[in-house]
């Protein structure tokens, strides 16, 4: 059997303990992940981020840095990162 070598990370913003972010919070989030895993992800997948105020201006950031290929939104956001 082939193991596939896709690296992602999952938050679900439905999530208690995530309520009353914002979209600053966010960049933290985002930098943690990279701290965390050493930028070694190739997607970023954010379920339920329109809980958060202000998600469109952090989602939208992606929609024009070069290392973003593809970006989803229906329902669940993913980022394609490489």
Request: net charge negative.
């Amino acid at each position: 059997m082939k193991e596939l070598k896709v690296k992602f990370v999952y938050l679900n913003f439905d999530d208690e303990s995530l309520f009353g972010i914002s979209s600053n919070d966010l960049r933290n989030i985002e930098q943690a992940i990279y701290e965390v895993y050493d930028n070694d992800v190739n997607y970023l997948i954010f379920d339920e981020i329109h809980n958060v105020k202000g998600w469109k201006l952090f989602v939208s950031m992606f929609l024009i840095v070069p290392f973003c290929s593809k970006l989803n939104i229906k329902g669940l956001i993913y980022i394609s990162i490489r």
